[in-house]
């Protein structure tokens, strides 16, 4: 299985004329989920020719303008748009007040359900499980009640060996359970060991998205086996106290991180607009964890 | 005296990938009047170099998320920057509720003062006179309670003709009485006419911004020899009823209330995504009134 990843913006507080603050969408097994939704998110939606309408699910880690402030109006493009599917929201407790206020004061109701996941709880929570795919929080140490999310597709059947269940003759109707892990009934009544018959189902990707946060020490274990790590780099290490004050990471921090968990690939982003050049970013990190790679606004990653 | 207008948005509805929603900025006499904030206003008045710390007033006109979806984001990136003078923010009443739950949800308090004034009033009513320049509202029909706003520079003081003085041998103690209309004192004891010694103060420029509106017949009059009119032109007249129903103008309409309140010019804005090519709007505006513009987003105009 794969997942897809679309940067719209990655750096961090006000957005400037050539830089977009957080949002993202994840593209796994026909979702479409939108992370984050800084100021111009259905702006970048469009720039970058991703379906709106296929946007069932939208997770809000904090409520921070540069995460949140494309909200009210992604919300009410939705309505002009004609949606009438529900639009599920997934942020911290507070979001449906400010969200519903907005509405309230241009007189503009969504003619769609909208519907609201309000988030209090301090432990990682289940989120949604549904058509292959499952989405946890990570609740994170920033400034105000933050969560990262974890997503993650579901274990799929193991593969047919279309060649081996036609050598043994086995009925198709027999293909659906085979799948599910049951053995398999030959034409001259022999049982086939399910091995023989199907390849291990294929890795089921993961992400996991981590923006806004101080180091935090409990995040690996959360990590175990994640494909992608995106962390936030806000500063780097000659920055560290202005990190700390703010609550945020250095690059290093989240190779460490990255390094911990054993994660496969950790993307960086959230920068400050401090930095006039990103490169320092990636070699501070690399010094801990080689495998890192830049977040731009409109970089695509696929795994 | 001089108006110098940025448009920095002016399409209706939901911003695309090209189009941006409502928002501009005058300029008069030192100060920098922003007229509407939609989403995304901050990253234009980046893109066009404006001065954000000049900005010490922001006019609304009503709570349509194409016209003011942009000001969350703009009052934080104020705090960001460090801003200490005073930001006044004048709109219809809830817009305070709605930008302080904004700023309380993100604990982003600014540390600035953040001066509102909840405009209610159905008549046109004055909303600032300070240093050359009045504010005052221009009430429209629309959906929601909204207003347009007139700007007016105040007349100046009259032009003092140097080489008159000399002649005459005034002190330059009386000049500032001179300006103000005394008339001069000769070095001779005789008194010199005020006409002799000055010429009338310059034209003072005045502009009006009407978005957005259903046709009302009452704007003309309130607009008696203003310079420049920008009016809003949703819709062509083909869609006059959906014009109707939406509570907005046509360009015809537009040029109708240009032609009978007599500016100078009247700029066209606010358009339909519906519209492929604007040069419908100016063709059927132009019919009626022919010193029309059409606003596009980047566009400034002068007089």
Redesign the interface.
């Known amino acids: 299985m794969s997942m897809k990843l679309h940067i719209l913006g990655c750096y961090s507080?006000?957005?400037?004329?050539q830089t977009r603050p957080s949002a993202q969408v994840l593209e796994t097994g026909g979702h479409l989920f939108l992370i984050d939704c800084g100021?111009?998110t259905?702006?970048e939606l469009?720039?970058y020719k991703l379906r709106f309408s296929k946007i069932d699910h939208i997770f809000i880690s904090?409520?921070?303008?540069?995460h949140f402030?494309?909200l009210?109006?992604l919300v009410?493009?939705f309505r002009?748009?004609g949606r009438e599917k529900p639009l599920h929201i997934h942020g911290?407790k507070?979001?449906k007040?400010?969200i519903t206020?907005?509405l309230k004061?241009?007189?503009?109701w969504t003619q769609y359900p909208l519907l609201f996941n309000e988030l209090t709880a301090r432990e990682p929570q289940l989120l949604l499980e549904e058509t292959g795919v499952a989405v946890s929080t990570l609740p994170l140490n920033h400034?105000?009640y933050t969560n990262g999310f974890l997503i993650r597709e579901l274990p799929g059947e193991r593969r047919l060996r279309p060649e081996a269940a036609r050598r043994y003759g086995i009925d198709t109707a027999y293909f659906r359970k085979i799948k599910k892990g049951a053995d398999g009934l030959a034409s001259d009544g022999r049982l086939i060991p399910n091995a023989e018959l199907t390849d291990p189902p294929t890795h089921p990707s993961s992400y996991a998205y981590c923006s806004d946060t101080a180091y935090k020490p409990e995040l690996p274990a959360w990590l175990k086996d994640v494909d992608t790590l995106y962390h936030e780099a806000t500063f780097l290490e000659k920055d560290a106290a202005l990190a700390a004050k703010t609550g945020h990471s250095t690059a290093r921090e989240a190779a460490l991180i990255a390094r911990e968990a054993g994660v496969q690939q950790l993307i960086l982003g959230h920068y400050s607009s401090r930095y006039k050049d990103l490169q320092g970013f990636q070699a501070e990190a690399a010094a801990v964890f080689p495998a890192v790679e830049l977040a731009e606004d409109g970089r695509v990653f696929s795994w």
Chains 1, 2 share one sequence.
């Open positions: 507080a006000t957005p400037r004329a100021e111009g259905q702006m469009r720039r904090h409520l921070h303008g540069d402030f494309g009210p109006g009410s493009t002009l748009l911290p507070g979001i007040e400010a206020l907005l004061l241009g007189d503009s400034r105000i």
